[in-house]
């Protein structure tokens, strides 16, 4: 028995001494550190020649961009696998690994192809869909219920709802992310497609055009009006997804805009809106006869200063956290949406929390950001001038032209 034993631990230590050793960059998030550590000690029991560890990362707005910018420069050779946000995908692709070859590892054809088009660059597969976010409209149906709303559909209906209850209940009527950052990029997006409006068609600038112009307008007069109609408070231009969420589970407001991620909060134990939150497409206008969504999250790309063996310890660990189970484990704790919709038929999922199923609506019509290798120039473009638009700086006309100026001579 004694030599069974000492046998198995020499055995394990020639395994542990010899594994391939890589890590993956991650933002220093509490749950989703927690998660991550559990799927890689799972990842690990099946293959012991594999070592695993976390590279954290800085998760505050902007810092991982620079992180990764700075990655960049340096050539460094760690970390082996890169988290990145999907719109990041085009400017990085120069740096990353092409996957093109490596369909025994990754069957992207169950992919929504919206999704695959994002990570897909030049005919190059450059890197894999880990899960998807967008933005939701959760709402308070207790209140709702009260004072016999419907949920709102369209912007107008919620303005109007907004409205009332605030003033009934003393609390918020709307809130959603209006500092200077990329989730307000994402929102006025969101608003700009609700009313058919474009600022790129392809690889072209249509924002000047007519039609567009007006949309534009449009959705930055709403925000504006919003905001002076004091169904949102003045300090909305300061706040991220999380100042929104600590409001909003706190009870003081009637509406929010924001991430899945959220859903999981709002319903924990200590939650004072636990069970009296419903979640809802964002609002449409009379423009369109959709609603949509802006497709945002992450995706993961290899460092191609990896060896050999890395890389290819590198795609089965990718392989394993972009299965269906790990994507099911991601919903059901995180609330991250799967790439594959396939997800929402396990049962586990209904079992734990049917609401859950009411986040698939959120992938069925996505809409994506421009892709392009200066995103984020253009991205500082847009949120830039609706902050200024938001924050009374400049007027709506001024802001948009300014866009659009702006936009043009990134283009050149």
Sequence with gaps: MKKKFFIFIITSLFINLF??????AVESIEDQIQ?????????EKQNPDIDVEIYSIPSYPGSTYKFYGTFVVTNAKEPTILSLDMEWINEFSPFLVNLNQDSEYFDVNNLDPQILEMVTINGELKAIPYYVETGVLYYRKDLLEKYGYEVPTTWNELITIAKDISQKEGIEGFVWPGARYEELTTFFLEILYSHGGKIFEGD????????????????????????SEEISPKGVTTYREEECRNIFQSGDAV?????????????????AV??????????????T???VSVLEGKALAINPNSSDE???AAKKFIKYLTSNESQ????????????NLEVFNEPTISEVDPNLLNFRSSLENLVLKQKSPIYTEISFAIQNNVYDALTGRISVERALNNMISEIEFLLR
């Design 328 to 339: 099911t484990q991601r919903l059901i704790q995180l609330n991250f949406l799967p790439t």
């Design 35 to 43: 998660l991550l550590t559990s799927q890689i000690e799972n990842f």
């Design 19 to 24: 594994a391939v050793q890589i890590n993956i």
């Design 310 to 312: 890395e890389r290819e």
């Design 274 to 287: 636990n069970g009296k939150v419903g979640i809802a497409p964002i609002p449409k206008t009379e423009f």
């Design 255 to 271: 509406f929010m805009r924001n991430l899945t991620y959220a859903w999981h909060l709002l319903n924990s134990e200590d939650s």
């Design 289 to 291: 006869n959709q609603h």
């Design 204 to 227: 072209h600038l249509v924002l000047e055009q007519a039609e567009n112009k007006e949309k534009a307008l449009l959705s930055l007069n709403l925000l504006n009006n919003i905001i």
